[in-house]
């Protein structure tokens, strides 16, 4: 995009006063003078005359949204200033704005094009920026940076006198130069919000539980947070405001219809309302509407009867009633404090079990007799190895928590660090079978086995381990050595960095259309991938571990429809007839099905589902007509209309269970029922069902197995309304309809209609229905009629 060297420039102007912005710091505040204005404002040129074409733009105040409009606002000028005399008035202005708040710290940013006219007298104005100790960066449109590796080699001679004289500046000043291009990337390049925990006052109690108050051991000690969960900013909801000033057709008078959106933000009220008929003196101020207790459709209004919040009363679940508890009852005596119980090995600290934040806790520095008692507790603990199990009581009769004080000695303080435990309440316990303790039925052990590991897979992982390690994957540091990969320090939270950066640049673009979003910062992203290096060095030990563990890919199996007609049936598609007149001896078999082809019913004809023509041989009904007109194929009914005889043995029916499938095409419902039983594998069972359905209604003659694929479907319905599958069914039957109802075969028009001639049992799961199953569901009851289910 192309834009102007002020409009680049001020891009990180705006970019450093929104980190103020988001930090909302009251100690934050920033003010803006421009050089080389039309006009003169300035408290010095005010004070002492001179000190033309400075103006003070934005006074020195905690910066907002509208610091940002002006910034934006501002637009170049035809007359030059000294730059020199900005920091002279930006110097004074910190000066009588300050006073005597000796302790601020006191920074200045001065971004030039280095093209304006510099004076002489500058060595007075470095001397006085290093007396007051202010920090100054200078940043410079197009300056060289050897470092960042940026050289502009089409300059002005001016320019690059006055780039030579902001070196010499600087380092008089002790000042620092840059670039503007690399300001604008360490600008937005992601940096943590720095926060200082408050510390808050509790007291280090030893012996609280087994002697009097007057035999307790009592430390002062201060408490402050060593973690706390950062989260990204909310959003917020708004709605177009609404003003009284209205015209006639509803818009407020001083704003623009075809250019002015004016929204407010929504503030949320809770009111309470019992579902009761209004008595004598009361009226029912709100009127629901709900769906009719019958569940055959249609509404029922009932009223309801405002409450007042002071005549509310709280109440536990107890069962399946309610226990009314007042809010004063007698509650636990606890005292504000840690108390330390006893003490274990920190060797039999389980890391696993810390739950939620760490806390620092430290000696009091006013009372120095207490940090000597308070350091001896802590060394004491550190060379025995030991850490402390503590009750924690935030306030007074507040409920306690558990917690573990470990030891930590530092150069120049010991303290503890605090992290709290789970009672036995919180602790899930789960049991796994044990990886190399493998027991036969007998009651054996095990010692080959597919589930056990041989000796060589063991050292083909060792060395896919090894070859991964990250420790030395890292820079070199200055004595050459590889540094560590992953440095927690500079692991940033992607979610939280990329809304701050896209609520940076949302709010400093005019439009995001001509000005998208950037991509994410690098630094955002180089712990997403493994380091190449470290990949390639790993190569063989990925080969050999995918040799030794025999690792295949999964395809994940899609159920999708075969686009192209059905191919007429031939040997294998292992028809299956009645005896022939010269085998009348044997009893019907079922052949292997072909590994090309795989019937999704067993292809057994009856002799009633057969007609016989006058040569003789057995052909298929004229109502099937999605065959090839070339040759008829012999129809594979359903099983359970293979008739049967007293005298013959029974048929061992392949139940055709797909690969990866656990529902089969020959007992697809007996199968279902089969797997809801077990109560183990419900969405499983329900997927698969789902598909064989898809499967089966589209193959050749299946108008014979409609009825049965109906009750499949019933079954499935009940089961996706009563196991939570709800979204599943959904999904299921309107894949379903685009499938019956495809332009192109394989399609079924047919079985569809039969599907809206049943109607609402095998329609859409509505929100109503799956609320009184206990579930929920995204479809409405008018977005139910839209489908058109029924």
Excluded at 352 to 371: P, Y
Aim: charged letters at 30%; a negative charge.
């Amino acid at each position: 995009m192309e834009m102007t060297n002020l409009e680049w420039a001020l891009q990180y102007v705006m970019y450093k006063i929104q980190d103020m912005i988001f930090h909302g710091r009251k100690t934050e505040q920033c003010g803006v003078i421009l050089v080389g204005t039309e006009g003169t404002r300035n408290l010095v040129s005010d004070r002492n005359g001179g000190y033309e074409n400075v103006t003070e733009y934005i006074p020195i105040a905690q910066p907002n949204a509208g610091t940002l409009a002006k910034i934006s606002a501002i637009e170049p000028s035809s007359i030059a200033g000294d730059p020199t005399d900005g920091l002279i008035v930006g110097i004074e202005t910190q000066t009588q704005y300050l006073g005597r708040k000796v302790t601020w710290t006191r920074k200045m940013v001065l971004v030039t094009d280095g093209e304006s006219h510099i004076g002489d007298d500058w060595e007075e104005i470095a001397e006085k920026i290093k007396e007051l100790e202010i920090k100054l960066a200078i940043l410079g449109v197009d300056f060289d940076d050897a470092e960042f590796g940026y050289k502009e080699e089409d300059k002005s001679a001016k320019k690059r006198r006055n780039e030579k004289f902001w070196a010499t500046f600087a380092e008089s000043c002790d000042a620092i130069v840059g670039t503007c291009a690399q300001a604008l990337q360490d600008v937005t390049r992601p940096t943590p919000k720095e926060t200082n925990s408050a510390a808050l006052n509790y007291e280090l109690r030893v012996g609280a539980g087994d002697h009097t108050e007057d035999d307790w051991i009592t430390m002062p000690v201060k408490v402050s947070k060593a973690t706390a969960l950062e989260r990204p900013p909310s959003m917020k909801k708004f709605a177009k405001r609404h003003d009284k000033r209205e015209g006639e057709d509803g818009i407020p008078d001083d704003v623009d219809p075809n250019k002015d959106d004016v929204y407010g933000l929504l503030k949320a009220r809770t009111d309470y309302f019992m579902d009761r008929e209004p008595k004598d003196g009361e009226e029912a101020v709100m009127q629901i509407k709900t769906e009719a207790e019958d569940g055959e459709g249609g509404e029922t209004v009932k009223n309801v009867v405002p409450v007042e919040k002071e005549k509310l009363t709280r109440a536990y679940k107890y069962g399946a009633t309610w226990v009314d508890v007042e809010d004063d009852f007698e509650r636990l005596s606890t005292k504000k404090g840690i108390d330390i119980c006893a003490f274990f090995p920190a060797s039999k600290l389980r890391r696993e079990l810390f739950m939620g934040e760490m806390q620092h806790v430290w000696a009091d520095r006013a009372l120095g007799q207490n940090q000597v008692a308070f350091g001896s507790l802590v060394q004491a603990m550190h060379r025995k190895d030991l850490v402390a199990i503590t009750r924690w009581v935030s306030r007074d009769s507040a409920d306690p928590k558990m917690g573990v004080l470990m030891p930590k000695v530092w150069d120049k303080i010991d303290s503890f660090l605090w992290a709290q435990l789970p009672f036995a309440d919180d602790v899930r316990k789960y049991t796994f079978p044990s990886f190399d303790n493998l027991v036969s039925k007998k009651g054996e052990k095990v010692t080959q086995h597919a589930f056990l590991p041989t000796k060589t897979q063991m050292t083909a992982m060792e060395h896919f381990v090894d070859s991964m390690d990250l420790m030395h994957a890292g820079p070199k540091d200055e004595s050459g050595e590889r540094e560590p990969w992953f440095d927690p320090a500079q692991s940033y939270n992607p979610a939280l960095h990329r809304i701050k950066q896209a609520l940076f640049h949302a709010a400093v673009v005019p439009d995001l259309n001509t000005h998208p979003l950037p991509l994410p910062h690098a630094e955002l992203l180089k712990y997403f991938e493994p380091p190449p290096k470290v990949v390639k060095r790993a190569e063989s030990a990925i080969k050999d571990c995918i040799a030794e563990f025999k690792v295949q890919q999964v395809v994940k199996v899609v159920g999708r429809r075969r686009k192209e007609a059905h191919a007429e049936a031939d040997d294998d598609m292992s028809l299956v007839l009645g005896p022939r007149a010269d085998q009348k001896d044997s009893k019907p078999t079922v052949r292997e099905p072909s590994p090309t082809l795989k019937p999704e019913v067993p292809v057994v004809a009856d002799k009633e589902d057969v007609q016989m023509d006058d040569g003789g041989s057995e052909t298929e009904p004229d109502d099937d007509d999605n065959l090839p007109k070339q040759e008829k194929a012999i129809p594979p009914p359903s099983p359970t209309l293979v008739p049967s005889t007293a005298n013959e043995e029974p048929m061992d029916i392949d139940p055709q269970i797909p690969e990866g499938r656990i529902i089969g095409a020959a007992f697809p419902l007996r199968d279902f029922k089969k797997n809801i039983a077990t109560g183990d594998v419900v969405s499983k069972a329900v997927e698969d069902l789902a598909f064989i359905i898809m499967d089966i209604i589209i193959q050749p003659f299946a108008k014979r197995r409609h009825q049965e694929m109906i009750e499949c479907l019933r079954e499935l319905r009940t089961v996706c309304l009563t196991e939570d599958e709800i979204d599943v069914w959904n999904e299921s039957i309107r894949e379903l309809k685009d499938v019956c109802l495809a332009a192109e075969p394989p399609n079924n028009k047919t079985f569809w209609s039969e599907i809206q001639a049943v109607g609402k049992p095998l329609g859409l799961i509505t929100q109503a229905e799956a609320k009184k199953a206990g579930g929920k569901s995204s479809v409405s009851d008018a977005a139910a009629e839209r489908v058109s289910i029924s």
